[in-house]
């Protein structure tokens, strides 16, 4: 895109937001100009969210949301005690009947004002009249902690009351009968217990398990807020406190919370894999769409370079994650068809609050500073910031510092003095620079374990080179300076801005948008290939000293990948909501543009020992910097998705909820890809391989539309019980990265449906939650591409189309036998497999010509890299000021190609930690990751091996693979105010 188009569309952005914005204003000036009646006071509707708010503050939010003046003694209704509720579109006599009268306040109307008074306290009261009947009690936590905010009613009756500051809680004026009183509180189940009322107050005590699923916490990913057991469609949602349990090493590898993900996060801190569902992939991160915030961080769809990993990371500004599997994914973001996970961040609150936490890699060298802090400006301004900073040697280090850098980020919300909405700016700021660990080599023996060689042990040492400067002039005369120190170095930074409103006649009004620059260096080594050395060779160091190689020693061929990335990304999506009887609406669209400008992207050859510390090699010259350079490409263009789409969800009972969603996505994708050669004519030969210099440029341009749609129904069966089914219809779309290939043929380019169905159960009720689905998900036309080793060419490409189906089950199960106790089983089982993939040698002239016109079919066969079964048992123990998390998790065997012709084993990996409160402020935590310091593959023989016959590799022969990551010891101090 030009930067006159680039400039235009930030200013035709800025101006819809702007229009918004004055829109709103006007509203808010008509609701302050509008005069209120007394005559129908009580039936004006009112909103109320309030999270531990004094009972003045609520009373004034009221004032005004209606206009209407109260009168009251502060110290007769008691109005600084503290209340938790959640309130919307009630009628203000409803509200007034069903939470002020149960504390005790009752109302009266005096012209066009209120009057509140103390029931317990009117003039004339009998003083001989019968003892009273109620309940009284106490609530507290499965830890023994005392509730404040819970929320106590009788069922059947209008009888309610919410527990003080010291989880107390009365019932007066209560019928003698039996009753099932039920109490509730976010976070916590709620519990239902039958209560006998006679003669006199009944005293009870009651408590309440923690909501580990949070089937009864709010979501608002997905579409409207609801309760997650009224939600169709399979949740996870991740909270601050587990992620705190949990101790990620980054941020790929808190996803292996989430069931129907195979995530594999053996890069360190460099880019992950993350396959969803059974579907095929190189690696990256091609179905799963990754949120900040309710917008993407990239587009959906791209492997390793880009990452998403690199463009977010998991810190203490992060409140919790939610992550959608399957179901409507589609419908929330372009291009999704598997899973969207949508990072929330702290928004501020009523009070100051905030966490400072220092963490320390005993085994590596790790230190870490985290900062998050939040709170209120004034009543009406809100605001929170943070970030972290750390230094890392990595837990398999190299001979320089790979892992350093860190984010800040922060958002301000100005709410209405109306409470009908907020206007919210935020930004961040990224700097990282981390490493990407690749495979190594390893002793084949057929196990499929990584047995050392030469003396190299890839599960704990690294082949990253100390060697790792060198500069290059290219043939047009510009030098570069190149540093494999540099690793993945990313610089990020956003600014955006929410509005949101809730009209007069009901409508609310939502529009986020946000503009986003990006630019990431990646200067990485890739091994492609080992051999003995030969015996005959001289071999040097760049500082031109003698390499001292003998028999029995490999000299390893890698690749320098030395990229620079660019990118600019412009977003907006406006939505607009209303309850219309039954129905909540949702109307939506959005502008999507992804700007591209990658280059140069440089590519070179060079020689490396095998070994701790290895050195790079120069053969048969000290001279030089034993770099070659092998090719130069750019990506260079520009991504515009216009995006409609809508939704409804019917409350067709109390129990039964249907909802429905549509999408449709309008990409344009304009560009210049690059060629190296030309024919007698002159013309562009897109045939020629690729050079150090380009030829030329063929501009193109790409448009397609598609379409998703999504059906759900819910069944609550009760409070404790809920049933989901839902079918989807999504799609998989190619990226300006497929089009920019030198060889592309869009005629070659086939629709890739994908189609989703699914059952599940829900159930929270005392010590036992669960969360369990049964899904089918299935995929038409994928791109792949097959890595053919040859005599003559090295490896080669065959291109193909491949479709697949997966069955599966997925579960989420806590149980709490004793209140210390908590067990929780997390996992997927899944059978994956290709329905048709068949890969012709005729794509490729290279391998026609050595292995003639032959047909591979691998109809049938297993997806690679994806297990049966990928299974976490965690157990956590809370004994005072103790906590104590001990997990294990397994991951079943898988092949590492669709040949079926490797197999690497299942393993178990374990993680615990101990965690103790010096005081209720003040906390330190030992864990550790990989306890029993498992050695296993995650890939293996990565190139090729489709085509190799295992039997007749020798045993003891070097092959590629990568490793999980060996043990390590970590420790934090925190402070939390």
Do not use: C
């Amino acid at each position: 895109m030009k930067k006159k188009q680039l400039v235009a569309l930030m200013l035709l952005a800025m101006k819809v937001t702007a229009v918004q914005i004055t829109f709103a204003i006007l509203i808010v000036y008509s609701v302050y100009a509008s005069p209120t009646s007394a005559q129908d006071m009580l039936d004006k509707t009112i909103s109320i969210h309030a999270d531990k708010k004094e009972l003045k503050s609520i009373i004034a939010d009221i004032q005004v949301q209606t206009g209407i003046r109260f009168i009251f003694s502060a110290k007769a209704i008691q109005s600084d005690r503290t209340l938790s509720l959640v309130v919307k579109d009630r009628k203000l006599g409803t509200f007034l009947q069903q939470v002020f009268l149960p504390l005790h306040i009752g109302y009266k109307v005096v012209g066009d004002q209120l009057l509140l008074y103390n029931t317990e306290n009117v003039q004339g009261k009998d003083e001989l009249a019968p003892r009273e009947t109620g309940i009284s009690g106490v609530v507290k936590s499965n830890k023994g902690e005392l509730l404040p905010g819970v929320t106590i009613q009788l069922k059947g009756t209008n009888s309610s009351a919410l527990t003080d500051g010291e989880g107390h809680f009365e019932l007066k004026r209560v019928p003698a009968g039996t009753y099932t009183l039920v109490a509730s509180s976010i976070g916590y189940i709620s519990k239902e217990q039958s209560v006998i009322v006679a003669d006199a107050t009944v005293s009870i005590n009651l408590v309440l398990t923690e909501d580990v699923l949070q089937l009864q916490g709010v979501v608002v990913t997905g579409g409207n807020p609801k309760k997650k057991i009224e939600s169709s469609v399979a949740i996870t949602t991740v909270s601050n406190r587990d992620i705190e349990t949990r101790a990620p090493l980054n941020s790929t590898d808190l996803l292996k919370a989430i069931p129907g993900l195979t995530v594999e996060s053996t890069g360190g801190d460099g880019p992950g894999n993350v396959f969803v569902r059974g579907f095929p992939q190189q690696g990256g991160y091609i179905f799963l769409g990754i949120m900040e915030d309710g917008l993407p961080v990239i587009p959906t769809g791209f492997n390793s370079i880009p990452s998403a990993d690199q463009y977010y990371k998991t810190d203490l500004t992060i409140k919790g994650i939610e992550a959608i599997r399957g179901g409507n994914a589609a419908i929330l973001l372009n291009n999704t068809p598997g899973a969207v996970v949508n990072n929330l961040s702290y928004t501020g609150g009523d009070k100051t609050y905030g966490k400072v936490k220092l963490t320390s890699g005993l085994s590596q060298d790790l230190y870490r500073l985290d900062l998050n802090i939040g709170g209120k400006v004034s009543n009406n301004i809100k605001y929170n910031i943070g970030g972290h900073y750390r230094t890392d040697k990595g837990i398999v280090p190299p001979t320089y510092t790979p892992n350093q850098g860190g984010q800040i980020k922060g958002n301000m919300t100005f709410d209405f003095k109306n409470k009908k909405g907020f206007i919210r700016v935020y930004g961040k700021y990224l700097n990282d620079k981390v490493q990407w660990m690749l495979p190594g080599y390893y002793a084949y023996d057929g196990s499929g374990k990584p047995k050392s060689i030469a003396g190299f042990d890839v599960f704990n040492q690294s082949l990253a080179t100390s060697d790792t400067k060198w500069n290059y002039t290219d043939p047009s005369g510009r030098t570069f300076n190149y540093d494999m120190a540099d690793g993945i170095h990313t610089r990020l930074g956003y600014g955006g801005l929410q509005f949101n409103y809730v009209t007069s006649n009901g409508w609310q009004i939502n529009n986020n948008f946000r503009y986003q620059e990006a630019k990431t260096d990646y200067t990485v080594g890739i091994p492609i290939g080992a051999a003995l050395y030969n015996g005959t060779t001289s071999y040097y160091y760049p500082d031109g000293s003698p390499a001292a190689m003998k028999s029995g020693d490999y000299v390893v061929t890698a690749l320098a990948i030395a990229q620079k990335n660019s990118d600019k990304q412009i977003i907006d999506y406006l939505d607009f909501k209303k309850k219309i009887n039954k129905h909540q609406l949702t109307l939506g669209a959005g502008i999507y543009q992804y700007n591209v400008n990658n280059g140069p992207n440089n590519t070179f050859l060079f020689s490396q020992e095998l070994k701790k510390q290895p050195r790079r090699l120069l053969a048969g010259s000290p001279t030089g910097n034993g770099m070659t350079a092998l090719s130069t490409a750019t990506v260079i263009g520009d991504t515009r998705t216009l995006s409609a789409y809508l939704s409804d969800e019917i409350t067709l009972d109390d129990q039964w909820r249907l909802d429905v969603g549509l999408r449709l996505d309008n990409d344009h994708i304009e560009g210049k890809r690059p060629y190296y050669g030309v024919d007698a004519a002159g013309n562009p030969d897109v045939t020629a391989a690729a050079t150090t210099t380009i030829a030329g440029y063929i501009p193109y341009t790409e448009t397609n539309t598609n379409w998703a749609a999504s059906l759900g129904l819910n069944y609550k069966i009760s409070n404790a019980l809920a049933m989901f089914a839902r079918a989807t219809k999504a799609y998989n779309a190619p990226n300006v990265n497929d089009y920019n290939a030198t060889q592309f043929n869009p005629a070659s380019i086939k629709k890739r449906p994908v189609y989703l169905g699914e059952l599940g159960v829900k159930y929270a009720e005392g010590p036992l939650s669960l969360f369990a689905s049964a899904s089918y998900s299935a995929i038409k036309n994928v791109s792949l591409t097959i890595a053919v080793p040859t005599t003559t060419a090295g490896l080669q490409n065959l291109l193909s189309f491949g479709s697949t189906r997966t069955w599966s089950a997925e579960y989420e199960i806590s149980y709490r036998p004793v209140k210390q106790l908590g067990i929780r089983l997390t996992g997927t089982l899944q059978n994956s497999k290709y329905t048709d993939y068949k890969a012709s040698t005729n794509t490729n002239s290279t391998v026609l010509a050595e292995m003639g016109d032959t047909t591979y079919s691998f109809t049938g066969n297993r997806t690679e890299r994806v297990p049966v079964l990928n299974t976490e048992l965690s157990v956590t123990y809370d004994l005072k000021r103790f906590n104590i998390n001990l997990s294990a998790n397994y991951i079943g065997a898988r092949y590492t190609s669709p040949s079926e012709s490797y197999q690497l084993p299942a393993y178990v990996v374990m993680r615990g930690g101990i965690g103790y409160d010096i005081t209720k402020k003040i906390g330190i935590r030992v864990w550790a990751d990989n306890l029993l310091n498992t050695r296993t593959l995650t890939e293996g023989d990565v190139r090729g091996d489709q085509f190799r016959d295992f039997s007749t590799v020798t045993k003891g022969s070097a092959m590629a693979g990568r490793t999980i990551l060996p043990r390590s010891f970590w420790a934090s101090l925190s402070y939390e105010f």
